[in-house]
């Protein structure tokens, strides 16, 4: 079992930055992939960013490539996302998840997830 907990979301306008910030406690944290979604109200939940295990890869959605920057540090067991040049679009409740699986791409892949945090961006 991983526990996952969310912070670093508020509001912002439009153009700022927020660092969001994921901490993990309870099993082995490099042991897993780490991903960011999203979820608007009325909307799926999204993928936003992935990590791998060791850091080393990275993958975005298109929506937030070269604004957005996923990166862990496995020392604190922790993992970061990193969001410039923010947009109101970017309005969602953010969740960050553990992965077990080799993929991790889809939301189906990932074992464990956090409460949430609201990121809110005023135009």
């Known amino acids: 079992q991983v526990q996952l907990v969310e912070s670093g979301g508020g509001l912002v306008q439009a153009g700022g930055s927020l660092r969001l910030s994921c901490a993990a406690s309870?099993?082995?944290?490099?042991?897993?992939?780490m991903g960011w979604f999203r979820q608007a109200p009325g909307k799926e939940r999204e993928f936003v960013a992935a990590?791998?295990?060791?850091?080393?890869?990275?993958n975005y959605a298109d929506s937030v490539k070269g604004r957005f920057t996923i990166s862990r540090d496995n020392a604190k067991n922790t993992v970061y996302l990193q969001m410039n040049s923010l947009k109101p679009e970017d309005t969602a409740v953010y969740y960050c998840?553990?992965?077990?699986?080799?993929?991790?791409?889809?939301?189906?892949?990932?074992?464990?997830w956090g409460q949430g945090t609201q990121v809110t961006v005023s135009s």
């Open positions: 309870g099993r082995t944290f490099s042991n897993y992939a």
């Open positions: 990590i791998s295990r060791s850091g080393s890869t990275n």
């Open positions: 998840a553990a992965s077990t699986y080799a993929s991790y791409l889809y939301r189906g892949q990932y074992n464990y």
